[in-house]
Protein backbone atom coordinates (compact mmCIF):
# COMPACT_ATOMS: atom_id res chain seq x y z
CA UNK A 1 0.00 0.00 0.00
CA UNK A 2 1.59 3.31 -0.95
CA UNK A 3 1.47 6.04 1.44
CA UNK A 4 2.72 9.86 1.10
CA UNK A 5 2.35 11.08 4.66
CA UNK A 6 3.31 14.92 5.20
CA UNK A 7 4.26 16.59 8.04
CA UNK A 8 5.58 20.37 9.56
CA UNK A 9 2.65 22.15 8.24
CA UNK A 10 1.22 25.49 10.25
CA UNK A 11 0.89 29.11 10.93
CA UNK A 12 3.79 31.08 9.91
CA UNK A 13 4.02 34.59 10.12
CA UNK A 14 4.86 36.35 6.78
CA UNK A 15 8.59 36.38 6.21
CA UNK A 16 9.39 33.67 8.15
CA UNK A 17 10.23 30.11 7.17
CA UNK A 18 8.90 26.42 7.28
CA UNK A 19 9.84 23.42 6.50
CA UNK A 20 7.59 20.40 5.14
CA UNK A 21 8.17 16.78 5.03
CA UNK A 22 6.74 13.97 2.80
CA UNK A 23 7.43 10.38 4.07
CA UNK A 24 7.19 8.03 1.28
CA UNK A 25 6.14 4.14 1.68
CA UNK A 26 5.13 1.10 -0.34
CA UNK A 27 7.10 2.28 -3.56
CA UNK A 28 10.63 2.43 -5.17
CA UNK A 29 12.11 5.64 -4.03
CA UNK A 30 14.53 5.83 -6.31
CA UNK A 31 12.24 5.44 -9.49
CA UNK A 32 9.77 8.37 -8.19
CA UNK A 33 9.86 12.19 -9.26
CA UNK A 34 8.65 13.56 -6.30
CA UNK A 35 6.97 16.94 -5.77
CA UNK A 36 4.86 19.39 -4.09
CA UNK A 37 1.86 21.11 -4.74
CA UNK A 38 -0.34 23.74 -3.50
CA UNK A 39 -4.24 24.50 -3.21
CA UNK A 40 -5.77 27.34 -2.17
CA UNK A 41 -9.04 27.74 -1.40
CA UNK A 42 -10.82 28.24 -4.95
CA UNK A 43 -8.14 27.77 -6.66
CA UNK A 44 -7.02 24.84 -8.92
CA UNK A 45 -3.96 22.70 -7.47
CA UNK A 46 -0.94 24.37 -8.64
CA UNK A 47 3.14 23.17 -8.98
CA UNK A 48 5.06 24.14 -6.15
CA UNK A 49 8.54 21.86 -6.99
CA UNK A 50 9.34 18.94 -8.24
CA UNK A 51 12.73 16.79 -7.54
CA UNK A 52 13.69 13.83 -9.73
CA UNK A 53 15.24 10.84 -9.26
CA UNK A 54 18.55 12.14 -10.33
CA UNK A 55 17.86 15.44 -7.95
CA UNK A 56 17.15 17.52 -10.44
CA UNK A 57 15.08 20.07 -8.73
CA UNK A 58 12.22 22.25 -10.82
CA UNK A 59 10.92 25.07 -9.50
CA UNK A 60 7.36 27.25 -10.27
CA UNK A 61 8.71 30.76 -10.39
CA UNK A 62 6.44 32.21 -7.47
CA UNK A 63 8.55 29.55 -5.67
CA UNK A 64 12.27 30.55 -7.11
CA UNK A 65 14.27 31.63 -4.67
CA UNK A 66 12.27 31.17 -1.77
CA UNK A 67 11.90 27.32 -2.21
CA UNK A 68 14.48 24.72 -1.67
CA UNK A 69 13.46 21.05 -2.47
CA UNK A 70 15.30 18.01 -1.38
CA UNK A 71 14.88 14.27 -1.40
CA UNK A 72 16.77 11.78 1.09
CA UNK A 73 16.68 8.33 -0.37
CA UNK A 74 18.17 6.69 3.27
CA UNK A 75 15.01 8.02 4.63
CA UNK A 76 12.34 8.00 1.60
CA UNK A 77 11.64 11.41 2.33
CA UNK A 78 11.08 15.01 0.35
CA UNK A 79 11.18 18.22 2.04
CA UNK A 80 10.32 21.40 0.84
CA UNK A 81 12.02 24.26 3.08
CA UNK A 82 10.24 28.04 2.46
CA UNK A 83 11.61 31.12 3.18
CA UNK A 84 10.10 34.49 2.91
CA UNK A 85 6.96 33.15 3.16
CA UNK A 86 3.69 35.52 1.85
CA UNK A 87 0.22 35.30 2.51
CA UNK A 88 -0.28 34.00 -0.62
CA UNK A 89 1.83 31.05 -0.23
CA UNK A 90 -1.63 30.30 2.34
CA UNK A 91 -2.60 26.81 1.03
CA UNK A 92 -2.87 22.76 1.09
CA UNK A 93 0.56 21.71 0.25
CA UNK A 94 0.64 18.06 -1.51
CA UNK A 95 3.18 15.40 -1.68
CA UNK A 96 3.55 14.14 -5.20
CA UNK A 97 4.90 10.78 -6.45
CA UNK A 98 5.73 9.80 -9.85
CA UNK A 99 7.21 7.25 -11.78
CA UNK A 100 9.79 8.40 -13.71
CA UNK A 101 8.90 6.16 -16.98
CA UNK A 102 5.24 5.07 -16.28
CA UNK A 103 4.08 8.83 -16.13
CA UNK A 104 0.17 8.00 -15.21
CA UNK A 105 1.26 6.01 -11.76
CA UNK A 106 1.19 8.66 -9.29
CA UNK A 107 0.49 8.86 -5.82
CA UNK A 108 -0.86 12.00 -3.55
CA UNK A 109 -0.41 12.69 0.07
CA UNK A 110 -3.74 14.00 2.21
CA UNK A 111 -2.06 17.34 2.35
CA UNK A 112 -1.04 19.47 4.82
CA UNK A 113 -2.24 22.88 5.60
CA UNK A 114 0.33 26.47 5.47
CA UNK A 115 -1.10 29.32 6.75
CA UNK A 116 0.77 32.57 6.39
CA UNK A 117 -0.18 35.53 8.45
CA UNK A 118 -0.01 39.23 7.46
Known amino acids: QVQLVESGGGLVQAGGSLRVSCAASGITFGVFTMGWYRQAPGQQRELVATITRLNIANYADSMKGRSTISRDSSQNTVYLQMSSLKPEDTAVYYC????????????WGQGTQVTVSS
Open 96 to 107: NARHFIDRGREY
